[in-house]
Structures are given as structure tokens and as C-alpha cells.
């Protein structure tokens, strides 16, 4: 029973750690960044990355590399 207790106390102090505010607004910035990662796969189509092949999130017909191949030029 001992050692159940350290380990709840260990907890509470972590909790502690992280203020309230802090989480929400994290929690906020996960929200957001959902929310665009949504509207990205909304405006732009899978494609085959002409250079390697793989598949790759194209923003329009003028998007034909992925972006791993794009910045290697
Ligand atoms: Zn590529």
C-alpha cells in the first residue's frame, strides 16, 4: 500500500506541472491545426509524385512533385 501511495502523490505533482490555462491552450492549437489539416485535404487531391512516385497531397494540376522531391530542386 506504500508504494500505491508514492504513485499517486508522483501523479499529483505532474498534474500540478501543467497549468490549467496551459492545457487549454494547447488543447486550442490542436483544435486549429485539425481544423486546417481538414480544409487542406479538402481543397488539394491525392496524387503519384512524378519524380518518386509515392503518393502526396497536389494542390492543382501545376502540382505534379511531392514535397520531399520539390524541395530537392
Ligand atoms: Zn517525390
Known amino acids: 500500500m506504500e508504494q500505491e ?4 502523490e ?3 505533482s505532474q498534474i500540478q506541472a501543467f497549468s490549467p490555462g496551459k492545457l487549454a491552450r494547447r488543447e486550442k492549437i490542436a483544435e486549429a ?6 480544409e487542406y485535404e479538402a481543397i488539394t487531391t491525392v496524387r503519384n509524385c ?3 512516385g509515392e503518393e502526396f497531397r497536389s494542390e492543382g494540376a501545376h502540382h505534379r512533385l511531392c514535397s ?3 524541395s530537392r530542386r
Do not use: F, G
Not at 491545426?33 to 481538414?38: M, Q, T, V, Y
Open 33 to 38: 491545426r485539425e481544423r486546417h489539416r481538414i
Open 68 to 70: 520531399r522531391c520539390r
Open 5 to 8: 501511495d508514492t504513485m499517486s
Open 50 to 52: 512524378l519524380a518518386c
Open 10 to 12: 508522483s501523479d499529483t
